[in-house]
């Protein structure tokens, strides 16, 4: 990387989170940042005008009053502990021939699939008494988090509390953070209040603050919007393999609808090909007893790994995943991620439409570990139509499920 460009870069961004702190301050009253309590009415608070254009000529960062300005979006998001039922509705529900079903496993084992995990929910505010509801547009994240959403230029706060017995944390990709809300503890360096959020402990509360900058949002080759993720990164595979991850969307500056949304996007959808592996679990030894106490590793006992991974699509298997629905000719926009074992290598594949990925015409695409896409569809054949993951044995694991194109 040029070092020039690399060392302008860094001092825009900087200068950028410092307006952002000036304008900032005086809404938390001059209290550390990170700590903020004061309630901010959430979706749509209008902050100043920060935009930022690091391209300005001879190296001055210029402020353009005419640009639209951003708002500060709050979410209250704790992490609670649940039984998650990989198998709600029931066994193989896409009607695949010789999957490997509940007829396949351990008298007693039932036909669901049921775990103790940890997973990220939206609450209606800073009291978290009341589960915000998830819009019927969003039933099908399941076990991923609250959808975050930012338009370029706006801030993201997010007010999080561990309901947990466990310590964990919230840590963005993509979006623009101080050390102070980075969410992730190794040795960089920092102590005292700055290390904070790098671990929450059980029914502690700690306020993230974020910032959308344009090198969170669409570059050339994307779209109006682009996906990244969030997930605890206390012991980052087990946090995650435990449930805690969620997604977060950016969309271009002037793209978005109030909410956040691509205008020019009529319906979106969010898969995470999502392998959980339960013996990375914080709860492994509450969910399989006594055979987790002499479990030390993977090698050790793969048949005991392989008999608790489940090849889910958002923490659904056998097409359990609420069916996606939309109509011919619209546009909708797919958001594809992973999850972070080494086997969450995916090839996501559509029967009966297609897609443009990458201003490239496909109806597969591949997702190494921890991968984020998006890929557009005009759905033109009306049907149900399976979405899988084409690597053999996921697909046999059951990480399936269906869509429709109605007329
Ligand atoms: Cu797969």
Redesign the pocket.
Known sequence: MNRTWAGKRVASQQRYYEIILMLLLPLAGGSALAQMTMPISAQGQRVPHTSIHPKASGGVTQVHPEDKPGVVRTYYIAADEVDWDYTPRGRNLAGLPHVESAEDEAPGAGSHRIYHKAIYREYTNGTFKTLKIRPQQWEHLGILGPLIRAEVGDIIRVVFRNNTHLTVTMHPHGLSYKKDAEGALYNDGTAGTVKADDKVKPGDTYTYLWTAPESSGPAAMDGSSVLWMYHSHFVESTDINTGLIGPIIVTARGMARPDGSPKDVDREFIID?AIFDETDSWFFERNVGKQAKTFHSKALDPALREANAL?TINGYIEANLPLLTMRKGEHVRWYLLSNTNEDD???AHWHGNTVVWNRMRMDSIFLGPMAMATADMIPENEGTWLLH?H?SD?FKNG?VGLYQVLP
Request: aromatic share 22%; hydrophobic share 55%.
């Open positions: 090909f090849y290598i995916h090839m993951c690597v996921h990480m």
